[in-house]
Nanobody, 124 residues
Framework: QVQLVESGGGLVQAGGSLRLSCVAS????????MGWFRQAPGKEREFVVC????????YYADSVKGRFTISRDNAKNTVYLQMNSLKPDDTAVYYC?????????????????WGQGTQVTVSS
């Protein structure tokens, strides 16, 4: 079992940047495909990006492609989400998730463990 803790959220103006971190404990994060999802009020949880176990394969939602960058440091048991050129539509709670087996990594059901989320608010 692994525990995930996100940090780095906050309030930022449109066009600004934030860097989210997800620290894993309990098991090495290198055992998992890692993903970031987000959920805005009244909306379903939405896929943002995922990264393979060794950090080579990455897949981005079209809405964030070219603006967000995922990376991982398995030695630090940490996954990062660098978010640039933020827009008000990016406002949501951002969740880190870990998947043991590889299925459709754009779907929340694929993931076995979730963090508690961190709020990102982008003002216009």
């Amino acid at each position: 079992q692994v525990q995930l803790v996100e940090s780095g959220g906050g309030l930022v103006q449109a066009g600004g940047s934030l860097r989210l971190s997800c620290v894993a404990s309990g098991r090495a994060v290198s055992n998992y495909v890692m993903g970031w999802f987000r959920q805005a009020p009244g909306k379903e949880r939405e896929f943002v990006v995922c990264i393979g176990k060794i950090g080579v394969r990455k897949y981005y939602a079209d809405s964030v492609k070219g603006r967000f960058t995922i990376s991982r440091d398995n030695a630090k048991n940490t996954v990062y989400l660098q978010m640039n050129s933020l827009k008000p539509d990016d406002t949501a709670v951002y969740y880190c998730a870990a998947a043991i087996s590889v299925g459709d990594t754009t779907r929340p059901i694929t993931y076995d463990y979730w963090g508690q989320g961190t709020q990102v608010t982008v003002s216009s």
